[in-house]
């Protein structure tokens, strides 16, 4: 018999002597040659356990619940098929123990000599030492004990017949040919059960045979064994056909169940030795496997693994016991349906363990790195186990429960590997995510080619990561997750796709600020009937840069024509929004009226050649304003309106594309005609009027002016203070103090120039002096900005709604020939006060 785990079980340790009756050894017995050395060989793979024996069936033929375990103390717990069954039977006290004792080194009780009475009750088993074989030795039959009851004596042979693979017959050789004697009532109840045993397989042709081995003890040699075999096989024969077979099984022959070896032993007592021998002999066919009358011949066994042969057993007897019919292969059957699921339980309680351990990791949504092959060597090791012990069971059943068992392990795996695809499916997509803007973060990437590199080497992952943990290729699938990844990608590519493509467009849009910022400033700070012209010109410029920007770097975005369409619509409505904001800017009320001051005063204040006009009293001073302001006003309707001289120019937004509804918040804003008008009809009138205050306030102060250089000191004043100080000039000349501090003062005057302090000392005299200016300036002008009826001047009164200061006039309007008038009131003021 060879089995893939025979090499695992660990050879018996060899024995000095082997016990006999009641437990004593005789080391004066020796085995025969080369026994130790065969049987080590034989048996090998089966531990030497102990030798101790167990009742299997007590007096009141209840089986024992301890068989297993004793199976186990006896080491056969993993033996498989590697172990033997042999009972002996025969008639009470014909020394059936002595014989098991002697050839298997077993330690079953020996009756005493001086009491005489059955020793053997029940049936016991025994390991044989040294050697894998379970050993049985049963109560004897024709028992005083248990008297006409021969109920136990044919149980007791089905279930030997049933369990056992050689049944020893023992009997003396003065029995034969005896119908008691010989125990032909025996060996009739033998072959009776066995039909009840075996015939219903005969159907099918007999799987399992019986050696019926034939101990005729006490053998005188008078009678050759051939003539006693003869004898008894005559008898067997003879039984065999007076039996009372069901029809089917009406032909058979005993040899179709029974194989037949006969041999003697001589007399215990009288030839001691001769009998060893002949024991000794006999326990090599046991034990070497090699020779040829062998006799545990494969084909005797009944095929029961040996941690199964306790249940097997049980069953059997309580089969027998309750009378029913035995039906070996059901009983097989059931056998292994009960081991197999045994096997199964345990070997899941392991397999169960393994993928608890990593079950809270899963549960975590951490991805667990080579989770398949874990699960592939929990689920391996699970099936070896199983096969381990379940594959010499009934086939049928084996192949079902591990189908069952596959299922099971298979289920308790599928949410760790659904478990495993869901964890990987966030760490692949969240990982995309973290590519996709790490790449986007450097400049000049393709984005097209950003998010095919991130794409494909996460798919990769997630694939290799699924098939590696996909062990049940069959019944699992990842196909679908893979969908899945694959399109949310695409979802968050395309977020992030719109995302660069707006930052592409605010920058574009930054850009595109700063370029027409200064043409635009420049244009309109020149006014000029080409200003918009300039302006329009520089925007449309402008607008072309943005728009192939846009294109070039759109091309990496692979944006579809619509995409691009509505972007591009976008920014035209952005680009102009930001044209009108800079010309907003441009065109606030107090720039628009610095813009107009400052036209103003280049024509009014400033010649021809730019230089500052100073006042004369004979200026036209009156037409130099009139021009000035009537060219400045003109310049209102031009900044009013967008309208370029050449009509090429005239800039008109592409249309919306279409499906752009939703798509862009300025649509619904945006009015681009209305756009064009910088200014309406009354902020133009508004405007106006303020200029025209400014206006007039630049008129009156150039009519002031002209006084103040009427009012300048004359020449010949300067000839009359030197007549009138020419005696002081003396007093200082000739007197000593005096010229000695105006030497002093010549002589610093003289140091502060040689150390250059002269410029310093000047710039600090001029500080000064002009501050003074500055002061007496302002109390005149206070002075003067009271209304006059307040002051003490004579002549006529004027309305005291007047000021010089153009910002706090609050009376009306007056235009400039009301402004002439006042100016001749002022002027008529300032010369009584100069007067004074
Ligand atoms: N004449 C003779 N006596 C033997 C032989 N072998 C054993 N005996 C004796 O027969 C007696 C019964 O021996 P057991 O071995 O107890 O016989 P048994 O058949 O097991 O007896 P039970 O278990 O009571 O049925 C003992 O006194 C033995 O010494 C033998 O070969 N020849």
Same mark, same amino acid.
């Given at each position: ?96 123990? #002595?014989?098991? /004792? ?38 004897? #039959? ?27 017959? /023992? ?130 066994? %009944? ?48 397999? /169960? ?79 995309? %995510? ?99 012209? *300039? ?168 009519? *002031? ?132």
């Amino acid at each position: 018999m060879s089995d893939p785990l025979d090499a695992q079980i660990v050879p018996p340790p060899s024995t000095s002597g082997v016990p006999l009756e009641n437990g004593g050894t005789s080391s004066s017995r020796q085995e025969p040659t080369g026994l130790s050395a065969s049987s080590s060989k034989l048996n090998g793979h089966v531990p030497n356990g102990t030798s101790e024996q167990t009742q299997i069936i007590d007096d009141d033929k209840k089986f024992t619940p301890d068989l297993a375990a004793q199976i186990e103390r006896w080491g056969f717990r993993n033996a498989g098929f590697n172990y033997n069954i042999v009972a002996v039977f025969g008639s009470q006290s014909t020394g059936k123990s #002595t014989l098991l /004792n002697r050839l298997f080194g077993t330690t079953f009780d020996v009756m005493d000599e001086t009491k005489r009475q059955q020793t053997t009750k029940g049936i016991w088993m025994c390991r044989g030492e040294g050697m894998g074989v379970m050993v049985m030795d049963v109560e004897g #039959t024709d028992g005083r004990e248990r008297g006409e009851d021969q109920d136990f004596e044919r149980k007791s042979a089905l279930f030997s017949l049933a369990s056992s693979e050689v049944m020893i017959i /023992n009997l003396w050789e003065h029995q034969i040919g005896l119908y008691q004697g010989a125990n032909l009532g025996l060996l009739k109840t033998v072959l009776e059960v066995n039909l009840g045993l075996f015939g219903k397989r005969v159907q099918g042709g007999p799987q399992s045979r019986t050696l019926l081995l034939f101990v005729i003890r006490d053998h005188t040699h008078v009678t050759p064994l051939s003539n006693l075999q003869n004898t008894l096989t005559a008898d067997l024969t003879r039984i065999w056909d007076s039996l009372l077979k069901p029809p089917a099984l009406e032909h058979t022959q005993l040899s179709d169940y029974f194989d037949l070896s006969f041999t003697t032993l001589p007399h215990k007592i009288l030839e001691a030795q001769r009998f060893e021998d002949e024991v000794a002999l006999l326990r090599e066919r046991f034990t070497m496997k090699g020779r040829e009358d062998y006799l545990f011949k494969d084909v005797y066994h %009944k095929r029961i693994p040996a941690d199964g042969v306790a249940l097997y057993m049980e069953h059997i007897w309580e089969q027998v016991q309750t009378n029913k019919d035995l039906d070996l292969p059901t009983q097989q059957e059931l056998l292994a349906q009960f081991r197999c699921d045994e096997i199964s339980t345990t070997a899941l309680t392991e397999f /169960n363990q393994q993928a608890k351990s990593q079950k809270r990791t899963i549960e975590a949504g951490r991805v667990i790195e080579g989770l398949g092959g874990l699960m592939r060597d929990w689920r391996d090791q699970a099936l070896a186990r199983y096969d381990r012990d379940a594959s010499r069971y009934h086939q049928g059943v084996y192949s079902r429960k591990r189908l069952d068992m596959h299922a099971t392990i298979a289920s308790t795996l599928s949410p760790l590997f659904l478990g495993q695809l869901k964890n990987l499916h966030k760490a692949c997509l969240s990982a995309f %995510k973290s590519a996709l803007h790490a790449a986007l973060d450097h400049d000049g990437y393709n984005f097209a080619e950003v998010v095919d590199k991130a794409r494909s080497n996460y798919e990769t992952k997630f694939q290799e990561g699924a098939k590696e943990a996909c062990i049940e290729e069959k019944e699992w699938s990842w196909e679908d997750d893979m969908g899945l990844l694959r399109e949310e990608m695409a979802n968050v590519a395309d977020i992030c796709r719109k995302d660069e493509t707006k930052k592409m467009v605010n920058l574009i849009e930054r850009n595109f600020k700063k370029q027409i910022s200064e043409p635009v400033d420049v244009a309109l700070n020149k006014a000029a009937p080409d200003m918009w012209d *300039r302006v329009l010109g520089a925007f449309k410029q402008s607008l072309d840069n943005a728009k192939s920007s846009y294109l070039n770097k759109a091309k990496t975005f692979n944006c579809t024509e619509d995409e691009n369409a509505i972007a591009l619509w976008s920014l035209y409505q952005r680009a102009w929004l930001a044209l009108r904001a800079k010309i907003d800017e441009q065109a606030a009320d107090n720039a628009i009226l610095g813009k107009l001051r400052s036209h103003f005063e280049e024509r009014f204040r400033y010649d021809d050649q730019g230089v500052p006009r100073v006042w004369q009293p004979d200026d036209d001073i009156d037409g130099e304003f009139r021009k000035a302001k009537e060219q400045t006003l003109a310049l209102v309707p031009l900044y009013s309106k967008i309208s370029p001289v050449d009509l090429s120019l005239e800039y008109t937004p592409p249309p919306p594309p279409p499906n752009t509804t939703g798509s862009s918040a300025l649509e619904e804003d945006f009015d681009f005609p209305s756009s064009l008008i910088i200014f309406s009809e009354s902020k133009c009138l508004d405007i106006t009027a303020r200029f025209r205050r400014d206006a007039d306030a630049y008129y009156v102060e150039a009519k *002031r002016s002209t006084v103040s250089s009427i009012a300048q000191v004359p020449y010949w004043m300067y000839g009359v203070m030197v007549v009138l100080g020419w005696n002081e000039a003396m007093l200082v000349l000739f007197n000593p103090l005096y010229f000695m501090m105006s030497l002093l003062m010549a002589t610093a005057a003289y140091v502060t120039a040689k150390l250059g302090l002269t410029g310093p000392l000047l710039q600090l005299s001029k500080t000064m002096a002009g501050e003074i200016q500055q002061q007496a300036t302002n109390r005149l002008r206070e002075h003067f900005s009271q209304p006059v009826l307040e002051r003490p001047i004579h002549g006529q009164s004027i309305r005291a709604t007047t000021s010089t200061n153009p910002t706090t006039t609050t009376g009306d309007y007056f235009d400039t020939d009301a402004a002439k008038g006042r100016a001749q009131h002022v002027e008529g003021e300032n010369s009584a006060f100069v007067g004074q």
